[in-house]
Nanobody
């Protein structure tokens, strides 16, 4: 099982960015996927998680209404669309996956996911 996040970069406040998480070694539609972020010196935060059984999504309050998750099973890729970006969204973003049948809120709030990819840096600054 491998995951690779990409698409990070520098963006101005109010701008948008789409991150991609390419997965391999497993069938995406049987796995829950989570996007997390971490700033040095702070705890990792679950941003958006999508459940494997019915596609229900959970979003952290800090990104609700601005970030959304989608998946393309044919391409084995999950996306994080980030709109109306703020400087406080600056972080390293990671994608993770797990095959267990837990809720998206559980995965996002605990970070208890089995497989993790390397992160991609997102910097929101003018």
């Amino acid at each position: 099982v491998q995951l690779q996040a990409s698409g990070g970069g520098l963006v101005q406040p109010g701008g948008s960015l789409r991150l991609s998480c390419a997965v391999s070694g497993f069938t995406l539609d049987y796995y829950s996927i989570g996007w997390f972020r971490q700033v040095p010196g702070k705890e990792r935060e679950g941003v958006v998680c999508i459940e494997n059984n019915d596609g229900t999504t959970y979003s952290a309050n800090s990104v609700k209404g601005r970030f959304s998750i989608s998946r393309d099973d044919a391409k084995n890729t999950v996306y994080l669309q980030m709109n109306s970006l703020k400087p406080e969204d600056t972080a390293v973003y990671y994608c993770a996956t797990d095959s267990r049948y837990y809720s998206g809120s559980y995965f996002c709030m605990t970070g208890d996911m089995t497989y993790w990819g390397k992160g991609t840096q997102v910097t929101v600054s003018s």
